[in-house]
């Protein structure tokens, strides 16, 4: 193999660690792993203008890892496959286990969300099979019926404080939201205390189920 062709192979994957390697980019990979987005919408979630949001958009679509399609006014993105939401999964799993910083900052998150491993995702579903616990998702119904964890019921964050006396106080509730780095679970999880449930919190999310080779479910 001459060596003008192995550098092109590393330069072609390259093109895809560059479309990473800006924070606000992992947020929007993180946000489209949730479901297709407008930009209008992404730019709301990320918290920047939509003239920055289109601009990472650009840059993920030139490296082929967000598609776009035209709905009627709008312009909506999501992700290429599956296997970008497992990209970003593996991507932030590994920052999690070497990086001390993150594992700090993960752990002022209201202590953290609790990490599962093969064992406690497997032990999870079983339980939520059985009925023995309730699994809460909080994200908003437009994602929850894009994908979502099996067994799983959905009551946004929005709409918790009203609908409180939907949830069983004689079980165990198990709230999580778009993955570890998302506070709507912590917030859920301190609303459900506050009001007398026993509730924690997961660090998985609709990508990490995903990554790993777990059953999601759709409503679309």
Not at 60 to 78: H, N, P
Not at 118 to 123: A, K, L, S
Not at 150 to 168: C, F, G, N, T, V
Request: aromatic share 4%; charged share 30%; proline share 4%.
């Amino acid at each position: 193999m001459s060596r003008a062709l192995k550098n092109l192979l590393y330069e072609q994957v390259a093109r895809v660690g560059k479309a990473l390697s800006s924070p606000k980019r992992l947020e929007i990979l993180d946000l489209l792993a949730q479901g297709e987005k407008t930009v209008e919408v992404l730019a709301k979630e990320a918290a920047i203008d939509i003239k920055l949001t289109s601009a990472h958009l650009r840059v993920l679509k030139e490296s082929r890892i967000v598609q776009a399609r035209r709905d009627g006014r709008f312009i909506a993105y999501r992700l290429a496959g599956d296997d970008v939401a497992e990209l970003w999964a593996k991507l932030h799993t590994v920052a999690t286990e070497h990086l001390i910083e993150l594992q700090v900052a993960l752990d002022a998150i209201v202590s953290g969300p609790e990490r599962l491993n093969g064992e406690t995702r497997r032990t999870l579903l079983a339980k939520a099979r059985k009925g023995d616990i309730v699994v809460l998702d909080v994200r908003p119904e437009s994602e929850y019926r894009s994908s979502h964890l099996p067994h799983a019921r959905s009551i946004p964050l929005s709409e918790l404080k009203r609908r409180l006396s939907e949830l069983p106080k004689n079980k165990d509730i198990v709230a999580y939201c778009r993955g570890p780095f998302c506070l709507m679970s912590s917030e859920a999880v301190s609303l459900l205390q506050k009001h007398g449930f026993n509730a924690r919190k997961i660090g998985d999310g609709v990508a990490e189920w995903s990554a790993a080779r777990l059953p999601l479910v759709s409503e679309s």
